[in-house]
Structure formats: structure tokens, C-alpha cells
């Protein structure tokens, strides 16, 4: 039987696919509950610098063994914008956020980004609002409007770390949106590891502060530095890049809804930490409504 080569190549990106986003995911929701934890040693900027720094440093080693081209143009402006949004001012908000919440519940608030997608789309793509989006939206708010009243189980009923876990959100869903037109034209690696350099120099006012601080950290606060650089950012970000440019944008962020869970699990164990019964109901809704949004219609 003679084989086809693209059709082995494409059976093999379809399998590739899952389990470069279930890697993301795993990873994406341990770092919620590693932020929880090293955040109560370094403050957000600088725990955001160490963080890319690290990162950076693993994918410009990897990008050297691969040795793309760097993107120029609007390609490049593109990745240089979402660096700057998701890898830099996201990863500080999220960092300042989990000072103010658990980190089941962070993870909740920043995986309503699908439905600001589901809205960016509606109101600029000319997808419109179809009844089973609107009910969707409508649906998860209710379920954000439950998080906010509900509080935290482990620091308390804060407004200002639900209003940052919500601006992280936004930050998260536009980023997406600007990778997904960049992967149309620079690979995953490049897109990568340009998009994390970008963050790194736009976080670099932290520098000080970062050495300073780290220096009187304990070692497991470095450990925790060093496994959120490897793993959720360098690793992560990587096989979500592949998964993304093999992809539909909206499909494949509906698969970061498993994040909260695992990530309430995670810190449950880890760290002692719980929602409050109201933030769970919330945050169910909130996945439901995301859910909701996602689902086809007929044509």
C-alpha cells in the first residue's frame, strides 16, 4: 500500500493538535496556583520580567535550532503587539490579580475571554449576535456578576482583583485575535519567541526591582520563577502557537474551559484554596455561557 505524504501529514497534524493544546492547558493551569504562590514573595512587575526573561532565554535557543526568519512589516508589528499585550501588561495584571484572589478564581474571571471574542466578532467581524449567543453572553455575565459578589475564599470579597482578573480577560481575547492573523504568515516558533522578546523589553523597568527582590527570595520562590519561564510560557505558549495555527481561533479557546477546573483542583491541593460556594456557581455559569456561545447553528 503506497502512502500519501500529505495525507500522513495532515493525519499527523491532527493528532498533534489535542495534544499540543492539552499541554497548554495542564501548564496554563498550574500557573495560576505557581503566581499564587511565589506572589507572595515578588511583587507583579518584577515576577513578570523573571518570568520572561526565563522564557526568553529557553525559545531563542529554540528558535536558533530552528532559524526562521524574523517577520517584518505588519506581520512583525502584529507579533510585537500582542507580546506586548499578553506576554507583558497580562502577565502583570494577572500577577497583581492573584494578590487579590485565589487562584481557582482568577482562572475563572480570565477564561471569560471567549466571550468578549464572541462580542469583538459580533460587533467588528459581522458574525451578529444569533439567539444562542446572546443567551450565552447574558448567561456567563450573570455568572461574572455572581464571582464579583461571591468574593474569594482566600483573600476576601476584593472588587480590585475581580476588576484586574476581568481586565486580563480583555487582554487575553485581544491577544488571541492578533496572534491568530499573525500565524497566517510566521510560523509558531518565530511567532513565539519574537512575541515573548517583545513582552520581556516592555518589561524592563522591572529589572531593578526584580534582582533586588529575588535575591532575598527563599529557593523555592525561584523554583517557582524558573518552572512558570520554562513551562507555562516558554512550553506552553509554543504548543499553543502550533495548536492555534492548525485551528480555528474560537474552537481552540473554547478548550482553555478546562483551565479553572484544574486549576481550582491544583490549588485546592497545593495550596489549601477554594472559591466561596457563590464563586463556584458563578463560574459555572460563566463556562456555561461560553459554552453556549460556541455552539454551531444551522445554516
Excluded at 195 to 219: H, I, S, Y
Aim: aromatic share 8%.
Amino acid at each position: 500500500m503506497q502512502v500519501v505524504p500529505g495525507r500522513t501529514t495532515a493525519r499527523r497534524t491532527t493528532l498533534l493538535v489535542p495534544v499540543a493544546a492539552g499541554v497548554t492547558v495542564l501548564l496554563w493551569s498550574s500557573a495560576f496556583v505557581v503566581i499564587r504562590a511565589v506572589g507572595e514573595v515578588l511583587s507583579p512587575g518584577p515576577l513578570a520580567f523573571m518570568r520572561l526573561l526565563v522564557g526568553t532565554a529557553v525559545l531563542v535557543a529554540v528558535a536558533a535550532w530552528y532559524r526562521r526568519p524574523v517577520p517584518r512589516g505588519r506581520a512583525l508589528a502584529l507579533v510585537v503587539g500582542y507580546g506586548v499585550l499578553w506576554f507583558a501588561l497580562y502577565t502583570v495584571l494577572l500577577n497583581w490579580a492573584e494578590q487579590h484572589l485565589d487562584a481557582g478564581t482568577a482562572a475563572l474571571l480570565v477564561n471569560f475571554a471567549p466571550i468578549i471574542v464572541a462580542v469583538f466578532a459580533g460587533l467588528f467581524l459581522g458574525e451578529g449576535f444569533p439567539r444562542a449567543r446572546v443567551a450565552g453572553i447574558a448567561i456567563a455575565f450573570a455568572g461574572v456578576a455572581l464571582i464579583a459578589a461571591g468574593g474569594t475564599g482566600g483573600a476576601g470579597n476584593d472588587k480590585l482583583g475581580v476588576a484586574l482578573g476581568l481586565v486580563t480577560a480583555v487582554l487575553y481575547a485581544a491577544s488571541v485575535l492578533m496572534q491568530k492573523v499573525a500565524l497566517r504568515s510566521v510560523d509558531a516558533v518565530t511567532a513565539t519567541w519574537v512575541g515573548c522578546a517583545a513582552g520581556l523589553l516592555a518589561t524592563t523597568p522591572f529589572a531593578p526591582a526584580a534582582f533586588g527582590e529575588l535575591a532575598d527570595a527563599p529557593p523555592e520562590a525561584i523554583a517557582g520563577v524558573a518552572f512558570l519561564g520554562v513551562g507555562p510560557t516558554a512550553v506552553a505558549f509554543l504548543t499553543w502557537a502550533y495548536a492555534l495555527s492548525h485551528s480555528d481561533a474560537g474552537a481552540l479557546a473554547a478548550t482553555t474551559l478546562a483551565v479553572p477546573a484544574l486549576a481550582i483542583g491544583i490549588s485546592w491541593l497545593a495550596l489549601g484554596e477554594l472559591p466561596t460556594a457563590l464563586g463556584l456557581v458563578g463560574g459555572a455559569l460563566a463556562l456555561l455561557g461560553v459554552a453556549i456561545t460556541r455552539r454551531r447553528t444551522g445554516p
